[in-house]
């Protein structure tokens, strides 16, 4: 029932910042918590971070002291800012949101965008 799509990706040199956007939309919704995740080729998807309803943030430790998430339950959107970027963040990212229906939480994925960094 929800539709998620990030978007924001693109090519970025060492050490430059790169925002990505995230947008859940579909019928009017419970979102719990929404997070962001990464996967490169042959390797697991990971996290990157999340947040809650509450405004409560968790961060992996690839990307720690690098990312800040953030969200706006007033457009159901959740943001990514990168900062101090290498090539080692080249990766798929993948939006996460998780939907509260009474008492089931219900999670779903966007398609992912393209991060590549290089000199």
């Known amino acids: 029932q929800v539709q998620v799509a990030e978007s924001g990706g693109g090519l970025v040199q060492p050490g430059g910042s790169l925002r990505l956007s995230c947008a859940a939309s579909?019928?009017?919704?419970?979102?719990?918590?929404m997070g962001w995740y990464r996967q490169a080729p042959g390797k697991q998807r990971e996290l990157v971070a999340t947040?809650?309803?509450?405004?409560?943030?968790d961060y992996g430790d690839s990307m720690k002291g690098r990312s800040a998430i953030s969200r706006d339950d007033a457009t159901n959107m959740v943001y990514l800012q990168m900062n101090s970027l290498k090539p080692a963040d080249t990766a798929v990212y993948f939006c996460?949101?998780?939907?509260?229906?009474?008492?089931?939480?219900?999670?779903?994925w966007g398609q992912g965008t393209q991060v590549t960094v290089s000199s």
């Open positions: 996460n949101v998780n939907e509260w229906m009474g008492a089931s939480l219900r999670t779903y």
């Open positions: 579909g019928s009017r919704v419970n979102i719990g918590i």
């Open positions: 947040i809650s309803d509450r405004g409560r943030t």
